[in-house]
């Protein structure tokens, strides 16, 4: 069964941290270039980072030198490190695949208030 979990939001104070994973079951995982996407409410699903299955990354401007996603092969899970965080980071994360997506996941929150 082709599955994406994504957990490790939650409720953080701005400038906080916090570390999303995902877990992916039921397709090949290695070989594909991974993504974290966000979406606020009333707004699109946006990308946010991505990276390769040889591990190069690449960020949306709006979280460069914040966040650093990165992968475990062997684990099957991709991870989003998330610093610094602002207000305007609140909104569902996401993972799946850059190109070929599959069904998505539930998501995880992110809530970043005062």
Do not use: H
């Amino acid at each position: 069964q082709v599955q994406l979990v994504e957990s490790g939001g939650g409720l953080v104070q701005p400038g906080g941290s916090l570390r999303l994973s995902c877990t992916v079951s039921g397709v090949i995982f290695s070989s594909y270039g991974m993504g974290w996407y966000r979406q606020a409410p009333g707004k699109q699903r946006e990308l946010v980072a991505t990276i390769t299955s040889g591990g190069t990354t690449n960020y949306a401007d709006s979280v460069k030198g914040r966040f650093t996603i990165s992968r475990d092969n062997a684990k099957k899970t991709l991870y989003l490190q998330m610093n610094s965080l602002k207000v305007e980071d609140t909104a569902v994360y996401f993972c799946n695949r850059v190109a070929s997506r599959i069904n998505w996941g539930q998501g995880t929150q992110v809530t970043v208030s005062s």
